[in-house]
């Protein structure tokens, strides 16, 4: 079997050909493979699950693809990076379609509230939240090497992660109140806003990945 340096889970819900173009662009000379094969999961270096659309259609696309092990087993054992849905997964439970998640960070994913989302000015905030917004880092991490605190990323979600315990948070964004959008354990780093879509400080967060060792 070919030897793969980064594997891009493909379980159907995801914006594959943008990521795996940014991480081709960053990993020059490294093997990135797009898979839906548990084995090549399992024999990658590292790995990137990316996420787009509901809770509970990507839930039944990564089980119905018998995938749901080998995510797991890639998330406890190797540099991880989820992107978007791909960071919701990784809770125990979201408010979207009452779904269970993979239960490897320990907190819920709930939905922006309607009532309270209004800016200081009194102004009306969109939900799905959509657009470029400043990331605060909370902690220090190889990944936001080179990358100024408050880069804006871009985001496009309509539910947020509470982790039960703050110490995971790596980095929060304001819309309007704090909320996490990016997560850090171990060998897993997580962003709530899209890296493949966030210009040059999106390729920066991507190319630390490649080159991390924890």
Known sequence: MQKVDIAVVDYGMGNLRSV???VEHVASGKTVVVTSDAKVIHGAERVIFPGQGAM??????????????????????????G??????????????????G????????????????????????????????????????????GIEDATRFYHVHSYYAVPDNSAVTAGATEYPKRFTSAVARDNIFATQFHVEKSAQAGLQLLSNFVNWKP
């Open 56 to 81: 509970p259609d990507c839930m039944r696309e990564l089980d119905s693809r018998n995938l749901h092990s080998a995510v797991i087993h890639a998330a406890e054992n190797k540099p991880f990076f």
């Open 102 to 145: 993979l239960g490897l960070i320990k907190g819920n994913v709930k939905r922006f509230a309607h009532d309270q989302m209004f800016d200081d000015k009194g102004e009306k905030l969109k939900v799905p939240h959509m657009g470029w917004n400043q990331v605060y880092q909370l902690q220090a991490h190889p990944l936001w090497a």
């Open 20 to 22: 795996s173009k940014a």
């Open 83 to 100: 992107i978007c849905i791909g960071m919701q997964l990784l809770f125990d439970h979201s408010e979207e379609g009452d779904t269970a």
